[in-house]
């Protein structure tokens, strides 16, 4: 029996004012129980955080997660937790999701999205 695979789609770019949001890889294939992770660069960023949602087509957004870049740990949006979603940072720019045993239902498009103060705007995807 083939194990289930699942995909998970990440937005890939945009820009607003000054801001370009980019998110690697663009696509993922996860078997089952895996753990899996995404990249968001925020470019020129003019906050210390990003947020991650998760967007099942034809439903509205999520919120999974916010990181900030001067805390250990996340905040998480209602129904997300960890060890199942995490996210770490390595510079104020760099951020990474992390979810952990993915299953079928996790299956969606993940996108990161920071406040743009020039634009006065959150910007993502």
């Known amino acids: 029996m083939l194990p289930a695979l699942c995909s998970l789609f990440t937005a890939l770019s945009c820009v607003s004012g000054v801001t370009v949001v980019t998110q690697k890889p663009p696509v993922l294939t996860v078997t089952k129980g895996e753990k899996t992770t995404m990249h968001c660069n925020l ?10 949602y998760k967007q099942v087509p034809g439903e509205a957004p999520q919120y999974v997660l916010r990181n900030y870049h001067g805390y250990s740990s996340p905040s998480y949006g209602s129904g997300f937790s960890s060890p199942k979603f995490t996210s770490t940072h390595s510079s104020q720019s760099d951020y990474t ?8 239902g996790d299956s969606a498009v993940y996108y990161c999205s920071t406040w743009d103060s020039s634009a006065s705007e959150w910007v993502s995807q």
């Open 97 to 104: 999701l992390i979810i952990s045993n993915v299953e079928v």
């Open 43 to 52: 470019g020129t960023v003019t906050d210390d955080s990003a947020k991650w």
